[in-house]
């Protein structure tokens, strides 16, 4: 039996559990019975069969016992009483779990595969999920936690969380932004969002900056920072989306190869920008 499937994926969780293997039902199942709050995403949609671990020691079947999971593993396998090496016929090392202190003096014989399906029917039992065929295909640290990206089974992007670099509420942060991406015909370098601003027709800058100015009643006098900012934060953006898909965190969705490439000459005018306009300020 395996947990029950569930589609209802959370977008918060104070433990994010990937892989329902041995350890990920293990950890879940403890958080249960402590009622912590968590999910446990697997990508396989079901238990997967297959030599992995043959033989579980006694020490995990203590633990396993907190979980009332090693009676039914111990009914399920063969108990072995010791382990040895050996050439041949002749024996080397024969060590045995005989004397052993401990309530299951035995290494015993199961497949990974039972003891998954054993594990995953006691979660279900203690009122626990597993959101299969839901993979983690990016995460980032996002303080004072980490933010993770998960594909649900049809494709779609079920949770994302990525880093939050918003105004915290300075409007002029915004006007920033707006004017350092408002391209001008004649301008030296491509922005980062390449808008029709140099269609005859639309307004320059200055006169944006004028014209808010005006409609808001704001003081714009620190808006030359706010550019500067916007220029730096761009190109701290490119530098650390460039740096996951080179690290393989990012999905490769057949646009790996042309981002990457354009982005090493994008993330050099950006940081040439973001130089002029910290000059521009006189830093
Ligand atoms: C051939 C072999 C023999 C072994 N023999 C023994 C043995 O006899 N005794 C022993 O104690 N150990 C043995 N091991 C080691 C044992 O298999 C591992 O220690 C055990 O599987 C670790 O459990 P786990 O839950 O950490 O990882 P895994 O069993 O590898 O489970 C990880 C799970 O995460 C899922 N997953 C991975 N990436 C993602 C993602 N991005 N999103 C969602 N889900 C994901 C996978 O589908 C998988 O179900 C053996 C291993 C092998 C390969």
């Not at 004072?144 to 494709?155: E, H, I, K, N």
């Not at 639309?202 to 014209?211: K, N």
Request: net charge negative; charged share 20%; with cysteine.
């Amino acid at each position: 039996m395996t947990a029950p499937v569930t589609t209802a994926l959370p977008t918060h969780t104070d433990v994010l559990i990937v892989g329902a293997g041995p350890a990920g039902l293990t950890v879940a199942a403890s958080l249960t019975q402590l009622g912590v709050d968590h999910v446990l995403i697997e990508r396989a949609d079901s238990v997967q069969p297959g030599v992995k671990a043959a033989f579980v020691q006694p020490r995990a079947l203590e633990y396993l016992d907190r979980l009332g999971v090693a009676d039914g593993l111990v009914a399920a396998g063969a108990p072995g009483r010791y382990f040895g090496f050996h050439d041949g016929t002749r024996s080397l090392i024969r060590v045995s779990y005989d004397n052993l202190d401990t309530p299951f003096p035995t290494m015993l014989l199961v497949s990974q595969q039972t003891t998954e399906e054993h594990l995953n029917r006691r979660l279900a039992e203690l009122g626990g999920v597993v959101h299969r065929r839901h993979r983690l295909i990016a995460f980032s640290p996002d303080f004072p936690g980490v933010t993770g990206t998960v594909a649900a089974p049809d494709g779609s992007v079920r949770a994302v969380f990525d880093w939050e670099l918003a105004t915290s509420g300075d409007p002029l942060a915004d006007l920033g932004y707006l004017v350092s991406n408002w391209q001008e015909p004649g301008d030296p370098s491509t922005p980062e969002a390449p808008g029709p601003t140099t269609v005859p027709g639309f307004p320059g800058r200055a006169e944006i900056v004028e014209r808010y100015a005006r409609q808001s009643g704001r003081d714009v006098s620190d808006v030359p920072y706010w550019v500067a900012f916007s220029r730096w934060r761009s190109a701290c953006i490119n530098v650390g989306v460039r740096a996951r898909y080179l690290a393989g965190h990012m999905v490769d969705d057949g646009g790996y190869q042309r981002y990457v490439r354009g982005s090493a000459e994008q993330g050099r005018q950006l940081g040439e920008t973001a130089r002029n306009a910290l000059r521009e300020l006189g830093v």
